[in-house]
C-alpha cells in the first residue's frame, strides 16, 4: 500500500498582512509539512501581543456558522507550540485549520493559536522555554504557586532549567497573553497539543475522552502553573491534552484526521453550553490541593 503524503497544502486565500508574512518565513523552516503558502493562507492575525523578543502571537478566530443555539455556540480555544521543541504540536495545528469547514467543527466558534512559543521555536536549537528561559506550562497562577512551584522545581525536577517556573505566575508576555485570552474569549473547553508522550490528559469538568485516533487517555499527573491544572481544575475550564507521539515526525494524514475527527466528535458530545455549565460550576466546590506528579 502507498503512504499517503501529509503534506499539507495551501488554499486560496487574500494575500497575508505584511507582519503575517514575516511570521510564517521565520517559523515555517521549523515546522514539518508545513509550507510558507500554507501559513500565509492560514487566516492568521497579530493579536497585538508579542513574545519576549518582540515575535508577534497569532491568531485566528473563527465564528460559528448559522444560527446558535439558546446559549450561543460551544466556543473553542486551541493552543499549540507552548512548548518550543515540540514542532509538530504546532504543525499539527495548521493542519487541523485546512479542515475546520468540514463538520462539526463549523458549529462552534474557534480561537487557534498554533505557535505560543515563538521564541523557543526560533532558538539555534528548539527550546522548551521562552527566551527567559520560562517553561510557560509551569508558569500559571495556580492556587498556592508562590510556595508550590519554586517546591516542585527544586525537589521533584532536581531544578532542571528546562521545566524552571518563573520567578512569579504570568511573569512571562506569553503566559500573560493566554490567561488574558482565556478571561476574554471565556472558553468551554480548551485543547492543548504537546509531544511525545503519546497519551490524552483531561482535567476539568467533564467526562474524560477515552481515544483520539490512536491516543489513548493516561493521566500524566496535576502539578503547580501547568495550564491544564490552572483551566481544569482551578478555572473549572475542561482541559484536554493531546500528547503527539513524535515531536519531530508528523502523524500520518490518516491519523492527524482520526484525532482531529474523535476531538470533535467528544467536544460536540460531553462538552455544555456557557448556560449549563455556569450553573454546573455554581455548585463546586474550590478546587481541591492534588497530589503532584507528572512531566510533561
Keep these: 500500500m502507498l503512504a499517503v503524503a501529509c503534506t499539507v497544502q495551501a488554499a486560496p486565500a487574500a494575500p497575508a498582512q505584511p507582519a503575517v508574512a514575516e511570521w510564517c518565513r521565520k517559523l515555517t523552516p521549523r515546522l514539518p509539512t508545513v509550507s510558507e503558502a500554507t501559513c500565509q493562507a492560514s487566516r492568521l492575525a497579530p493579536t497585538g ?5 518582540g515575535v508577534p502571537i497569532l491568531a485566528r478566530r473563527v465564528a460559528a456558522a448559522g444560527k446558535p443555539g439558546r446559549d450561543g455556540p460551544l466556543r473553542v480555544l486551541l493552543v499549540g507550540g507552548i512548548h518550543g521543541d515540540e ?40 527550546q522548551r522555554m521562552n527566551a527567559n528561559g520560562v517553561e510557560l506550562n509551569r508558569n500559571f497562577p495556580t492556587p498556592n504557586w508562590d510556595k508550590e512551584a519554586p517546591r516542585y522545581w527544586s525537589r521533584v525536577t532536581g531544578s532542571d532549567p528546562r521545566r524552571f517556573p518563573g520567578k ?40 474524560a475522552p477515552n ?20 483551566g481544569g481544575v482551578h478555572k473549572n475550564v475542561p482541559v484536554v491534552t493531546i500528547e503527539l507521539a513524535n515531536a519531530q515526525a508528523m502523524p500520518t494524514q490518516e491519523e492527524a484526521r482520526r484525532i482531529w475527527l474523535d476531538m470533535l466528535a467528544w467536544i460536540e458530545r460531553n462538552i ?25
Design 211 to 230: 481515544r483520539f485516533g490512536r491516543l489513548l487517555f493516561n493521566r500524566v499527573g496535576v502539578y503547580p502553573g501547568s495550564l491544564g491544572n490552572y
Design 49 to 53: 501581543s508579542r513574545s519576549v523578543q
Design 87 to 126: 514542532l509538530t504540536a504546532s504543525a499539527v495545528v495548521f493542519q487541523w485549520m485546512q479542515w475546520l469547514q468540514q463538520p462539526p467543527a463549523p458549529q462552534f466558534q474557534w480561537n487557534i493559536v498554533p505557535v505560543l512559543n515563538p521564541d523557543g521555536m526560533l532558538a539555534a536549537k528548539p
Design 168 to 207: 512569579t505566575p504570568l511573569s512571562e508576555p506569553e503566559s500573560r497573553w493566554l490567561n488574558e485570552e482565556i478571561m476574554r474569549f471565556k472558553p468551554h473547553v480548551i485543547v492543548s497539543v504537546h509531544a511525545p508522550f503519546g497519551v490524552l490528559d483531561f482535567d476539568g469538568p467533564a467526562k
Design 272 to 296: 455544555r453550553p456557557q448556560a449549563a455549565l455556569q450553573k454546573a460550576q455554581s455548585g463546586l466546590p474550590e478546587a481541591p490541593a492534588l497530589a503532584l506528579a507528572g512531566r510533561n
